[in-house]
């Protein structure tokens, strides 16, 4: 193993990630899939900033389906970051991610979304992805902080 | 630039902006006014970036960021960029604050390298053990 983490958050590399969980993880990669910021070089450069000395690799879904197993396989330790439910969705269609845990780590209030926790908020379609996740077999929960409370999906869904 | 001078706004983690205004506040009473806190609490990178732009408006400003990187200074840079009129400062104190509200009359290019010396300069081991 070593995707240490594979997290659904919004701000993607930001202070939760890189201090909270990156203290603990010690991840020497972040892994950023999003179809969007693999074509916007002055986006990734905003995101490289707060990486400190890890490697921050961006890229699209379609070619992280074909490095995830490559990215497990490899000694070096990666985060996995998506910035929505559908796109880790989408990663782990086919059954990708079966077995591993997802974390959901920062969805915040937008029109159409209801708060579930603090700090996750979810639309109708979104809740929709989440159950389409569990479908493919991940193992789903929410948790901002290593410390914090872990809330499984099945208390996020009803 | 307002008559005032340039406006200064604390983009920050949770409360610490608005304690950092309320601090300069005490110390330095109305001159205060010149500082607008705004935290990340809650808000999406849409959120943020609405309520940035809604403190600034198309003000002269000076964007104070905790960190260098994160959904604040993220948010800030995204926003300065080709616009000349607003500077992104990172790693933000209390003396800077101070010296930001007593200089703010001053052109950007002649205020932004002040704080940074007044920022580094205030960071010093006093009792070193």
Request: glycine share 12%.
């Amino acid at each position: 193993m070593t995707v240490v983490l594979y997290r659904v958050d919004e701000r993607l590399i930001h202070g939760q990630v890189v201090i909270g969980w990156g203290y603990q993880l010690r991840p020497e990669r972040y892994v950023v899939v999003d179809d969007v910021l693999a074509r916007s070089d002055w986006e990734q450069d905003l995101y490289r900033l707060g990486a400190g000395d890890a490697d921050v690799v961006f890229t699209t879904v379609e070619d992280a389906r074909g490095s995830i197993a490559r990215w497990r396989d490899e000694s070096e330790r990666s985060i996995v970051l998506t910035r929505d439910i559908g796109t880790m969705l989408a990663l782990a269609r086919g059954g990708t991610l079966s077995g591993e845990n997802v974390n959901l780590g920062g969805l915040h209030h937008e029109p159409g979304r209801t708060e579930v926790l603090t700090y996750l908020h979810l639309s109708p379609d979104e809740r929709g992805e989440l159950e389409a996740l569990v479908g493919e077999g991940v193992n789903v929960y929410a948790r901002d902080l290593p410390d914090a409370h872990k809330v499984p999906v099945e208390t996020l869904l009803s | 630039m307002s008559e005032q001078g340039v406006l200064g706004v604390v983009l920050a983690h949770g409360a610490m902006a608005a304690g950092m205004v309320d601090a300069v506040r005490r110390i330095a009473g109305d001159a205060a006014d010149g500082l607008v806190a705004i935290s990340n609490d809650g808000a999406s990178p849409s959120e943020l970036k609405r309520r940035l732009e809604s403190a600034v408006g198309g003000q002269t400003c000076v964007v104070f960021v905790d960190l260098p990187s994160g959904s604040c200074g993220a948010t800030a840079l995204a926003s300065a960029m080709d616009v000349p009129e607003r500077c992104v400062l990172c790693g933000v104190n209390l003396p800077v604050l101070l010296d930001f509200v007593f200089n703010r009359g001053l052109p950007l290019q002649e205020l932004l390298p002040r704080l940074v010396e007044k920022g580094r300069g205030s960071i010093q081991a006093m009792a070193s053990g």
